[in-house]
T-cell receptor, first 111, second 115 residues
Framework: QKEVEQDPGPLSVPEGAIVSLNCTYS??????FMWYRQYSRKGPELLMY????GNKEDGRFTAQVDKSSKYISLFIRDSQPSDSATYLC???????????FGAGTRLAVHP | GAGVSQSPSNKVTEKGKDVELRCDPI?????LYWYRQRLGQGLEFLIY????????KSGLPSDRFSAERTGESVSTLTIQRTQQEDSAVYLC?????????????FGQGTRLTVV
């Protein structure tokens, strides 16, 4: 079993839709949860960072962590064509441990 | 520097040649990661440095791959006797690596093509 599972998609939605992206994980030691966005032929860029359970909102983006279910989500409201990219979740147990990435979900928002 | 810098940005090499890929992390970041991303694929972990030590090198695909880090700064990923399956984007990331601040920041990657 992989430490982090993420549906690779692709996910295609119309402009203005609400998008839900998810990852599940198996190691309860993970405490730090990140979402990265990667445009084609670019390096991943940090989008959201959350510590422990709860929600965090930044503009149209909301990151949600449910540690009891080992489930993390990224919601995008009012999606735009410029949101078309691959979204990767990343988890860390803190201290001196490596960062674990999901496979990434490819999102296409069409006008 | 302001961000993670990788060089070269693109590298075309002949099969069988050795290549060196360089990563300059953000100043003060103790943790450094190398990942490989094949076309249309997710990130494949290669190696993780904490300071100059590599507590986890489990992702290196073969003994043709090696990496080092010096001065808790620059890291070099070396691929010997390159093969066509080594063609990929090699991404480097760094983070403070301490509790409560583990966000990792990526460079733009080195696109390696083995012909």
């Amino acid at each position: 079993q992989k430490e982090v599972e993420q549906d690779p998609g692709p996910l295609s939605v119309p402009e203005g839709a609400i998008v839900s992206l998810n990852c599940t994980y198996s190691n309860s030691a993970f405490q730090y949860f990140m979402w990265y966005r990667q445009y084609s032929r670019k390096g991943p860029e940090l989008l959201m960072y959350t510590y422990s359970s709860g929600n965090k909102e930044d503009g149209r983006f909301t990151a949600q962590v449910d540690k009891s279910s080992k489930y993390i989500s990224l919601f995008i409201r009012d999606s735009q064509p410029s949101d078309s990219a691959t979204y990767l979740c990343a988890l860390d147990s803190g201290g001196y441990n490596k960062l674990i990435f999901g496979a990434g979900t490819r999102l296409a928002v069409h006008p | 520097g302001a961000g993670v810098s990788q060089s070269p940005s693109n590298k075309v090499t002949e099969k069988g040649k050795d290549v060196e890929l360089r990563c300059d992390p953000i100043s003060g970041h103790t943790a450094l990661y190398w990942y490989r991303q094949r076309l249309g694929q997710g990130l494949e972990f290669l190696i993780y440095f904490q300071g100059n030590s590599a507590p986890d090198k489990s992702g290196l695909p073969s003994d043709r791959f090696s990496a080092e880090r010096t001065g808790e700064s620059v890291s070099t990923l070396t691929i010997q006797r390159t093969q066509q399956e080594d063609s990929a984007v090699y991404l480097c990331a760094s983070s403070l690596g301490r509790q409560l601040n583990t966000e990792a920041f990526f460079g733009q990657g080195t696109r390696l093509t083995v012909v």
